[in-house]
């Protein structure tokens, strides 16, 4: 076959410059995560070692500084709180959307205001929530791990609902007008069918949610606050990965500094595992 | 499948212990008494002063043993009295005197200053060339700091320094981003030697600093910045300086003479004060010879009656012991950090306010 | 995909017949549910109605345009006039979106047209992992490593090029440059990963038809799929520009938090969010500059709002949702 118009040796050179840039372009978008994965294993793993896990900061100025262990089980407590109130409701209102929401009024302007939640910047949720339960005496004046928790599940709401929604309308209609026909009522529909059927998609949109907010810092500067020592007590200030990261990056201790390396390591460690393990899971329960 | 019979039993789970949460904070300004098991420990908070941060860590480790557990969040003067305002904490950390519009948002009963002890505010710089120990005084560090005079080898800086080779770097100024407690020390000296300063940034905890100047938060940031940009000056604590080996001006003081930042001058600095009903003592700017000029004092302010202002009565005992073995065996662990310890008379006059803390009327 | 636990007892008719009690349930379960989603919306409402009933203390004094245009915030003096902060704001949001786009959208070219299929599961993900790390921590690196490798090279280029408008001068450390390009980076795989949707909603037809007519591939891309979804990468880019507003400590920790209007691309500068972190401790107890925080918040909010209604109604229109 003949072609039309022959390439003239410009054009080619042209292509095949154009693809480089494209390709150069590529690389370049690349770089970043190299190296910031570069630096963090470069400063942090020196920090990283068994006691840097186990013993809480300790504050002192002079000896020796401590490791990351309240702040570890900090961000496990309080994420873990987020995750228990933002998930179930998410879920719910997303299984709102599809199943009584759709096409209708009210529905779309819950819709319509998820995704408004979605665009708010974590530090006005954080002033929010800061100005309602930190300083007014309405729950009791002070910081507190699960205000922090409930700041980070107003972050992770809009996100559970708007991917929940997705996932939940890819049940196909013909799964749940089948159950209708055998004659389960519209809950039973709701939840031993339609519920079961999007559970990997909505797993996966759950993880990736809980792995932003482990990272997120804003937030919890204004609810849980900073503190030294590991504690189980939601109800008193507590520690956590973004916060101790926070704290120590503005210092002029070389260890200090190392540390916050060695925290930032093992959050991002932390993070990379629940949005790969999220990503892995979602290829595998494919739909289509 | 199971997860949609948890899920809604979850939900319900969650919700409850938050109210519970909720419900069990009632104790305003410290929900974490309720943490402690053991009538002898207590958890304090505090927040403030990153000029005083050094001591009151060393001070929360050796109490660790005493059963008392510290949690001090060096946030600056200004937000350590605008948490005390709030409720947040115990007691709060500030480097200046409380001033009227302080104890008016104070509402939760008198307040009290204890002064704790006094530091050195250096003037520290970064120029790896130059050897020497140079010289300034108050009015050329106010034109370094106003952007007037911008390159290390200025004539300004060069009279006082005569012999000295200064390379032709530029002058990157560092300052507070915060509202300090440390700021308002430096620039009540600097208002003190330079009239357009007084006139047009005046003294404060927070001022509206020059253009093209970098502003960092807390003491440690100001050392961070230091040493991280060749050409940098900064006013930060000695312990801060020292920590990090910076180099740091003679200050010509108001007697004529160039002092240098040392525990002895900063102790003649506290020497033959005046001392307000209040406790409020300023030690900027002293007259005696051998004083250091930018030395400060630091205080710990509180209520009264701290189990009125919101404290249960073993964090209010705690408290007490705290500020007791400050200004007791606290003070020798303060000089160990280059901080100047009270002089006697005024270590006596602190003592006699901690005695008189009360709980709901009774003295503790 | 099993259809939940509906069993067949044998030999019987169906099974969770439509009996009285299961029906009974069925109102309730709307209705919880529908009291759920109200909740939520009427948690959003209380939370914009909030937001401005607090920041009343300080636009009332200042006024709304007067706290947006004026340029003087000076907390020593209670005096909160935010034009330096929202200056701020868009020049580095601006930054990002020049250095960061073109890459963004060359990277979704080449991965979705150009790339062998081996590799584009790899590149995909790879790209979308820039999402994963926290901004704190893309703030520690930028203090650490940015600023500290990229000062000589900002120094060569501000002298060298001192002729261009917003360039020259002394270089500051943490500068709004620097911010940018954080913020460049830290766009980089939302804008990726929508474009890349956009660029697949392109018909084969279109592609097909002009390589048919002899076009060489850059060319295909340049007449067929670069106009089509011209206004999709429009919108993803929009998008991106809501993240890199509304973005708080990674920008803080590396922009030098001087509340002047920055005169040169290398000069330190300071944002709406960044403002809010810093100073929100010292704010507690004074309505005033508590108001101006919010007030700065509820700037910052509208922002985003308005960009990423905008955005939405752009890439909607591409993309089938």
Known sequence: MTALTAVSGRRRRTDRAARGVLLALTGVALIPLVLVVYYLLKRGLGAISWDFFTTDPTGSFLGDPGGIKSAILGTIEIVALATLIAVPVGVLVALYLVEFGRGKRFGNLVRYFVDVMTGVPSIVFGLFIYIVLVTSSFVGVGFAGWKGGVALALLMLPVVIRSGEVVLLLVPDGLREAALALGAPRWKVALRVVLPSALPGLITGSLLAIARAAGETAPLLFTSAYVLGTSFNLDGRMNSLPLQIFSDVGQAQDRLVQRAWGAALTLVALVLLLTLIARLFQRRNRYT | MSIIRIAPALASVAALAVGVAA??????????????????????????????????????????????????????????????????????????????????????????????????????????????????????????????????????????NPGVKLPATNITVVHRSDSSGTTKGFTTFLSDYSPSWKSQYGADKDIKWAAGTTGAKGNDGVAAAIKQTEGAIGYVEQAYALQNHFTFFDVKNAAGKYIAPTLASTTAAGDGLKVPADLGI??????????????????????????????????????????????????????????????????????????????????? | MEAGSLRLPPGGRSLDERSPASRAADPFFRWGLTVLATLVLALIAFFFIFLVSKAQPALSKFGLLGFVFKDNWDVS?????????????????????????????????????????????????????????????????????????????????????????????????????????????????????????????????????????????????RIAVLPYSRSGIVGASMLGLGRAIGETIAVTLVVGNAPNVPHQIFDQGYTLAAVIANEFGEAANNPLHVGALIAAGLVLFVLTLAVNAAARAIVNRTVPA
């Open chain 3, 77 to 221: 003096r209670n005096i909160y006039e935010a034009w330096s902060l929202v200056v701020g704001t868009i020049v580095t949001s601006v930054i990002a979106l020049v250095l960061g786009v073109p890459v963004a959208v060359a990277a979704a070219l080449y991965v979705t047209e150009l790339c062998p299929a081996r590799a584009k599961g790899a590149l995909t993900i790879l790209i979308d992992l820039l999402a994963a790390v926290p901004s704190v921590v893309y703030g520690l690196w930028g203090v650490f490593v940015l600023i500290p490798h990229l000062k000589p090279a900002e120094q060569w280029f501000s002298d060298t090029f001192s002729f261009l408008p917003f360039v020259g001068g002394s270089v500051a450390g943490p500068n709004v440059f620097i911010a940018g390009l954080i913020l460049a980076i830290m766009i980089l795989p939302i804008v990726s990963a929508i474009s890349r949707e956009v660029i697949l909603t392109v018909p084969r037809d279109h592609k097909e038809a002009a390589l048919a007519l002899g076009a060489t591939r850059w060319e295909m891309l």
């Open chain 2, 282 to 364: 300023s030690t900027i700017n002293s007259p005696n010879k051998a004083a250091y000029p930018i030395a400060s004092q630091t205080f710990v302010d509180v209520y009264h009656d701290l189990c009125k202002a919101g404290m249960s009565q073993s964090v209010a005992s705690g408290l007490k012991k705290f500020l007791t073995f400050g200004l007791g065996q606290g003070q020798s662990v303060a000089k160990q950090l280059q901080f100047a310890t009270l002089p006697s008379s005024i270590q006596s006059q602190a003592m006699q306010a901690v005695d008189g803390l009360q709980c709901n009327g009774k003295t503790l």
């Open chain 2, 23 to 160: 419900c069990g904070s009632g104790d305003t300004g410290n929900s974490n008494s309720g943490s402690s098991n053991s009538s002898k420990s207590s958890t304090l908070s505090g927040a403030g002063s990153t000029f005083a941060a050094p001591v009151y860590s060393e001070w929360a480790n050796q109490l660790k043993s005493q059963g008392i557990t510290l949690n001090y969040q060096p946030v600056g003067s200004g937000a350590g009295i605008a948490s005390l305002q709030k409720g947040t904490v115990n007691f709060a950390g500030s480097d200046p005197a409380l001033a009227p519009e302080d104890k008016q948002g104070l509402t939760k009963g008198k307040a009290v200053q204890v002064p704790m002890f006094f530091g050195a505010i250096t003037l520290s710089y970064n120029l790896p060339g130059v050897k020497q120990k140079l010289k300034i005084d108050g009015a050329t560090a106010a034109g370094i700091f106003a952007t007037k005079i911008k390159k290390w080898n200025d004539p300004a800086i060069a009279k006082l």
